[in-house]
């Protein structure tokens, strides 16, 4: 999850009259000392008010030289584009996050990482090569038991599900507790990635990368796989990698 590609610098002011600053951060991305600013600009079809926007745009404005430095987004559109600023690959110069929702009833999210130390646009972090590499199998099991595996990980998950009540179970348990036919779920893409600080890492910041485990249905949230990402030096790899459930009433199991 780490690229390095060719930027647009020192181009004129491009953007339209329907072109808005979505998010701005200052700080330190070259390494020279200067703070930065860092800008996210976007086009709003909808004019000023509106809170979609496409044509989502990186730039970085040199605090010394005030050279730009734009960066088109491979995936631009969407909604609460924002910026977060911070050291990920521990090299002592701070890093920038670009988090934006699609929106939709999946609630997948866009996430970029990317370094711009002494001037070198490397990318750390996208999220459809997470999604292509972390993969997720769900299936349904005997005696209202969900299994959530990762072969790549090696890990099993098992999620009980007898609390959700006779209605849902019935639709796929037979009254001896056996599947009446085999059922599938599944775990959607990347719907966060939040910076973390953890006791084990104080140099640099982990990332919490969040997707939400589904049934047979997207209304149908069984849990949310948490996978904790470091950085190894080179990318980020999965340090721990846990299954969160959903609670149920207290008084339901007394």
Known sequence: MQSSFHTQRNQPDRFSRDDYILDMKQGDVTGDGIPDQVY????????PSGIFADRITLVIQDGYTQQRTVIPLQNNAGYNANLFLGGFDQNKTLDILVSIDTGGSGGYGIFYIYSFAHHALRMLFDSDSYNEQYTFRVQYGDFYKVFVSSSQLDLLFTIDISGKGAPYLSSYYNDDGKL???????VLALTALNPIV????????DLLALQRIIGTTNADTLGYVENQLTWNGNMFVSSRLTVAILGTTLISHF
């Open 40 to 47: 996210l600009f976007g086009h709003k079809p909808d004019g």
């Open 180 to 186: 009446k036919k085999p059922v599938q779920g599944e």
């Open 198 to 205: 953890t006791p084990e890492n104080r140099v640099s910041y």
